[in-house]
């Protein structure tokens, strides 16, 4: 009797097992609901798993009457909450860095058409903006926001980089420094990507068609210039991956056409090698979100760029071991040119990117991609001398383990979408789980050994 007991407990584990892991291999867009307001040309950021939209307009059809937003929008994905806060001031095109461990707001203009040089700080505690510093009136424009450590490189025309030291935010001792003299003038067409304490600008030169690829050296204040880009295009996605950057899709400036083109960049022999194409076109607007050794690929026009529309709602995967693409594509429901945030755990969505036309085009829409959630872990495992119950319950459970001491416990739906988390810190206690929906949940506990998983249905 005992033996097949310990025969069909582990059957009954294979299965559960077996059936989470196909569940890994299939991660799907989580619709979050919708923002406060139509967001287009707005400023995000991500930081310590909170999401960041803010001001933009409401109209990519006209923006000349379009209104601006005096809101943001905060998703807290630890607690899946979406909260809005007015801000000092509607403004679109805004930029956003992290201060202090708060979210800062500037650059961009206001109704009236005024440049913004005001920088606001955003406390969670209070949930109250906190005028910081204004940067000086030689600054004309705030066109990008590089972070880097402690310092902050604010790109503001086709001469000068600045280099605000986010230490001091001592505007009077702001350095200026020359970009390179080829560099083109075309900021609607220039990409960055920053990682790694690298600062790496795709962009066209003086000419405006041979498509470079320059790389800051911020100690000695000089960039590498590359040879032209073997495709020359526009509006690729990029992304860096140890020492790689990896270039994606792309648009030809002088036919409009797009392309599905892929190349590779080493930053250490300053040469280029080639990638597979891209299965999908994928063109202007598009990005790169390196995740999990995998790149993820979404946005942009998928066709050429001749009529009203266009914009691609699926996400190709490039794995970079094998430099093969996934068969199994992801859709998202937003249907624009999305600016994507994304950390470890997850790519969020929200609003419309940095381009985006059409009637009909949903602005306000918010959705996430749990990527590195208990959905992607195989090994699951059960702490042997825990027990739960009721399990199905209605929302109150006991949870009994005599080793309990302020583990942490969270909460996963099916998703792999975090709903809820607390400390463990009895032998017996009851956690209160009722303003769940029914469905099944993973309880993760983490201990010395590592993270453990548990079962729980709801029933209502």
């Not at 935010?169 to 702001?174: A, F, H, S, V």
């Not at 949870?399 to 975090?418: C, H, S, T, V, Y």
Request: net charge negative; with cysteine; charged share 15%.
């Amino acid at each position: 009797m005992q033996r097949r007991f310990t025969f069909y407990l582990f059957t009954l584990m294979l299965i559960g097992l077996s059936t989470f892991q196909a569940f890994a291999q299939q991660p799907q867009f989580t619709n979050l609901g919708t923002l406060s307001s139509p967001r287009w040309l707005h400023a995000t950021l991500e930081h310590n798993n909170y999401f960041y939209f803010a001001g933009g307009i409401d109209s990519v059809i006209d923006a000349v009457t379009a209104r601006f937003s005096g809101t943001m929008d905060v998703y807290d994905a630890n607690s899946g909450q979406l909260k809005t806060y007015p801000m000092p001031l509607a403004n679109d095109f805004g930029r956003m860095f992290v201060y202090n461990d708060q979210a800062c707001l500037t650059g961009g203009l206001d109704q009236n058409g005024n440049r913004i040089r005001d920088i606001w700080c955003f406390d969670l505690q209070t949930e109250q903006f906190n005028l910081l510093t204004t940067l000086p009136q030689r600054i004309p424009d705030v066109n990008r926001i590089a972070q880097l450590g402690n310092e902050i490189i604010i790109i503001e025309d086709s001469v000068y980089s600045w280099i605000l030291d986010s230490s001091m935010i001592d505007t009077n001792n702001i350095q200026a420094f020359p970009r390179p003299i080829e560099f083109g003038a075309n900021l609607v067409f220039q990409q960055e990507v920053v990682q790694d304490g690298n600062y790496i600008i795709l962009s066209d030169d003086t000419t405006g068609m041979n498509i470079k690829i320059y790389v800051l050296d911020l100690a000695a204040k000089t960039w590498q210039v590359s040879n032209n880009t073997p495709d020359q295009l526009f509006s690729m996605g990029i992304a860096l991956v140890s020492d790689t950057l990896y270039l994606f899709g792309g648009l030809d400036p002088s036919s409009g056409f797009i392309f599905n083109a892929a190349t590779g960049y080493d930053l250490a022999s300053n040469q280029f090698f080639s990638l597979p194409n891209l299965p999908l076109f994928q063109g202007f607007g598009n990005w790169a979100a390196p995740l999990g050794g995998k790149i993820y690929l979404g946005g942009g026009f998928d066709q050429v760029i001749d009529s009203l529309g266009g914009f691609g709602n699926t996400i190709q995967v490039f794995d970079i071991a094998s430099k093969s693409y996934d068969p199994s594509m992801l859709t998202h429901h937003l249907h624009d040119a999305i600016t994507p945030l994304y950390n470890e755990e997850r790519l969020v969505l929200g609003g419309a990117g940095n381009f985006a036309i059409g009637p009909g085009v949903p602005l306000d829409g918010l959705e996430e991609l749990v990527l590195n959630g208990p959905a992607s872990t195989i090994e699951v495992l059960a702490l042997p001398d825990l027990k739960l119950y009721p399990n199905p319950s209605s929302g109150l459970i006991q949870i009994e383990w005599p080793r309990a001491a302020n583990q942490q416990m969270i909460l996963f739906d099916q998703n792999g979408r975090k709903v809820w988390q607390d400390r463990l810190l009895s032998s017996f206690q009851e956690v209160d789980l009722s303003k769940l929906s029914s469905g099944f949940y993973w309880l993760s506990i983490d201990t010395e050994k590592g993270r453990y998983y548990h079962k729980i249905s709801i029933k209502k």
